[in-house]
């Protein structure tokens, strides 16, 4: 008699992949930042009781986007590691569509003059020019100086 060999089914099914891989997706930091605006956060944290969450709803993290059962376990969860890294990278602003556009020399104006002072990080060359003509400004009011003398 020979081995009989197992199918192996749950290998490579990605549909079992993606299925796990969102079932514990939490929200986005640039969500939680929005989240986490004055009228935003008393929103939150004011919820009605909910029976389909933990805790009824009531015991909730803004900065994990989490439902606790109550006060203690969302206390525990406060000194964590976990809260503590999420807190600290929400301090960082969230980076906008409108800061990558910059940052690779996309400009909307819409028909607007707009001046040379964006937003956005400056390329070397700009930075370059605006030296430079610091430099002949600096260099240009000596020269007047010396001709007075």
Do not use: F, W
């Not at 930091?29 to 389909?52: A, F, M, T, V």
């Amino acid at each position: 008699m020979s081995r009989v060999r197992r199918k192996r089914m749950h290998c490579n099914n990605k549909e079992l992949h993606q299925k796990y891989k969102s079932k514990r997706r939490t929200k986005d930091l640039d969500q939680i930042q929005e989240d986490l605006k004055p009228e935003n956060k008393q929103r939150l944290l004011s919820l009605p009781e909910d029976e389909d969450l933990p805790g009824l709803g009531q015991h909730y993290c803004v900065e994990c986007s989490r439902y606790y059962i109550d006060e203690r376990a969302l206390g525990e969860h406060n000194r964590g590691r976990e809260h503590k890294r999420r807190v600290r990278d929400l301090k960082v602003p969230a980076y906008t569509q409108k800061e990558a556009e910059a940052a690779v020399g996309l400009v909307t104006d819409n028909g607007r003059a707009h001046s040379t002072s964006a937003a956005g990080p400056l390329s070397l060359l700009s930075l370059k020019q605006k030296n430079d003509a610091a430099a002949a400004a600096k260099a240009a009011s000596t020269d007047r100086v010396m001709d007075t003398e």
